[in-house]
């Protein structure tokens, strides 16, 4: 397979989407990862199996339709497989693993028939374990990478915080032809709204020259005003706290001109019809109580 990722948004060709088949019971509250899950186990409204696999099997059907390659994991059973961003991410011909929380790493061995079709030389670990990141946080640009990280003191004791400044320091070192730039994010375990999980939570380029921003999910006012100089204002679509919630940022480019997004996303998928950008809409609600939407789901390996 000769993998290709370029940026986020040219023409996708093959794709690895996650499964919710056999996704287990609803977590205990001790073993939950992030606040919206809390929230929801909390209220008995913890997504069902059978909810997601329907959501997910929208979007199969959407990448059928444009005629997407697409791999699904080996089903392990009774076991989280839906955010298949987290597990591994692929810059240009190399496909890197991701060093994710310990509890996961069973996911990464569900791939492993795409990993095998790789070249071997094109595989990348990091070489400690003190070195984290995970692919949510982790934006291709074309000359640029963007990473979400978390600079805060309690990083170690902050499991919402997924990539550190060694995880930064890592992709550099394998791309140093590129210019990386880190963006410090707001993280809480108390209140999903006030808590950018990875960078695609509060920021996500799309169409050509514009991108989908959260003002509130970074935590240095300089790295949002990097973004606002970088893209153009004109050219940023600010969501609230409430899309934010709802993870508005969290879209999924099938080209330049087409994305797949959530049917409830109104105010947003008005505003990608107006630049011209043709809007799948699909139901993911469900998923999204997870605090992880389509970008999330999705773990791109080819495009044009």
């Known amino acids: 397979m000769n993998?290709?990722?370029?940026?986020?948004?040219?023409?996708?060709?093959?794709?690895?989407l996650g499964t919710a088949e056999s996704n287990g019971p609803v977590p205990k509250l001790e073993d939950a990862y992030d606040?919206?899950?809390?929230?929801?186990?909390?209220?008995?409204?913890?997504?069902?199996?059978h909810d997601m696999v329907s959501e997910m099997d929208a979007v199969a059907?959407?990448?059928?339709?444009?005629?997407?390659?697409?791999?699904?994991?080996?089903?392990?059973?009774?076991?989280?497989?839906?955010?298949?961003?987290d597990i591994a991410l692929v810059i240009e011909d190399k496909f890197i693993k991701s060093n994710i929380l310990p509890d996961r790493e069973k996911e990464i061995k569900a791939i492993?028939?795409?990993?095998?079709?790789?070249?071997?030389?094109?595989?990348?670990?990091?070489?400690?374990?003190?070195?984290?990141?995970?692919?949510?946080?982790?934006?291709?640009?074309?000359?640029?990478?963007f990473i979400g990280t978390y600079k805060g003191e309690d990083y170690s004791d902050c499991i919402v915080a997924r990539t550190n400044m060694k995880g930064v320091d890592y992709i550099k070192s394998l791309f140093p032809n590129k210019t990386v730039k880190e963006f410090d994010l707001n993280k809480s375990m108390k209140d999903p709204r006030d808590n950018a999980l990875h960078l695609d939570c509060c920021?996500?380029?799309?169409?050509?020259?514009?991108?989908?921003?959260?003002?509130?999910?970074?935590?240095?006012?300089?790295d949002y005003e990097y973004l606002v100089d970088f893209f153009g204002m004109d050219n940023l679509f600010h969501i609230d706290k409430k899309e934010m919630y709802h993870m508005n940022s969290n879209i999924f480019s099938i080209a330049e001109?087409?994305?797949?997004?959530?049917?409830?996303?109104?105010?947003?998928?008005?505003?990608?019809?107006?630049?011209?950008?043709?809007?799948?809409?699909?139901?993911?609600?469900?998923?999204?109580?997870?605090?992880?939407?389509?970008?999330?789901?999705t773990m791109p390996l080819i495009r044009d």
């Open 61 to 85: 059907k959407i990448f059928k339709k444009y005629d997407v390659k697409v791999f699904r994991p080996e089903i392990i059973k009774d076991y989280n497989q839906i955010f298949a961003r």
């Open 112 to 145: 492993q028939y795409v990993i095998d079709q790789i070249e071997e030389n094109k595989v990348y670990k990091a070489p400690s374990e003190d070195i984290h990141f995970e692919g949510g946080d982790i934006m291709i640009h074309n000359d640029h990478i």
């Open 203 to 222: 920021f996500q380029p799309v169409g050509i020259n514009k991108a989908i921003i959260h003002k509130e999910g970074f935590r240095d006012p300089l």
């Open 3 to 16: 993998l290709n990722i370029q940026n986020e948004t040219s023409r996708l060709r093959a794709v690895v």
């Open 257 to 297: 001109d087409v994305v797949i997004s959530e049917r409830n996303f109104t105010r947003l998928n008005t505003w990608l019809r107006s630049c011209n950008i043709a809007v799948e809409e699909v139901p993911y609600a469900e998923i999204s109580k997870q605090e992880g939407l389509l970008r999330c789901s």
């Open 35 to 49: 606040p919206k899950s809390i929230e929801h186990i909390k209220a008995g409204t913890y997504p069902t199996e």
